[in-house]
């Protein structure tokens, strides 16, 4: 079993969509969880990064962590063309620096 | 966050010979990682650049065939060695923010080995 779970996709919605994207993970030690998003051909770049339980809003986009349930999301309200890239969880435990990556989502925002 | 420079952005090379990557950071960081990911897959971390000491590596990494340098806490080199095409992939400069929780990305070296 991996430390990461996220379905790959690919993931395609209209326009203006809320987009849900979501990952499990088996270790109890993260404590800091982070969402990536990659466009082709670039390097991954930080877009939401969230400690321990909760929610964080950063404007159309939402993360949420429930650590009893191992579960992570990200939520894409009003989804544009332009988000269409491949996002990527992350994860790193308390007091450890190794990042834990999943396996990456593709979405694609049809105009 | 830190901007990170990384150079070659990509390049095609002939299997048997080598191709060191440069990766280049704005501030001084304490500790940059080198990750690989290979085509639809996800980051795998290859090892760990410590300025002052050898480079930590994981599982499935060797220094033969991934040698780095860290002459000082802006900038350190990955080469990948004796290459195959199996080591076609991007390769990926990562610094983490304090207290090593976020981690930022240079843009990848596309490498395809012919």
């Known amino acids: 079993q991996k430390e990461v779970e996220q379905d790959p996709g690919p993931l395609s919605v209209p326009e203006g969509a809320i987009v849900s994207l979501n990952c499990t993970y088996s270790?109890?030690?993260?404590?800091?969880f982070m969402w990536y998003r990659q466009y082709s051909r670039k390097g991954p770049e930080l877009l939401m990064y969230t400690y321990s339980s909760g929610n964080k809003e950063d404007g159309r986009f939402t993360a949420q962590v429930d650590k009893s349930s191992k579960y992570i999301s990200l939520f894409i309200r009003d989804s544009q063309p332009s988000d269409s890239a491949t996002y990527l969880c992350?994860?790193?435990?308390?007091?450890?620096?190794?990042?834990?990556f999943g396996a990456g989502t593709r979405l694609f925002v049809k105009a | 966050s830190a901007v990170i420079s990384q150079k070659p952005s990509r390049d095609i090379c002939q299997r048997g010979t080598s191709l060191t990557i440069q990766c280049q950071v704005d501030s001084q960081v304490t500790m940059m990682f080198w990750y690989r990911q290979q085509p639809g897959q996800s980051l795998t971390l290859i090892a760990t650049a410590n300025q002052g000491s050898e480079a930590t590596y994981e599982s499935g990494f060797v220094i033969d065939k991934f040698p780095i340098s860290r002459p000082n806490l802006t900038f350190s080199t990955l080469t990948v060695s004796n290459m195959s095409p199996e080591d076609s992939s991007i390769y990926l400069c990562?610094?983490?923010?304090?207290?090593?929780?976020?981690?930022?990305f240079g843009q990848g070296t596309r490498l395809t080995v012919v």
């Open positions: 992350a994860m790193t435990p308390t007091g450890g620096f190794k990042t834990i």
């Open positions: 990562s610094v983490a923010a304090q207290g090593n929780t976020e981690a930022f």
């Open positions: 270790n109890s030690a993260f404590q800091y």
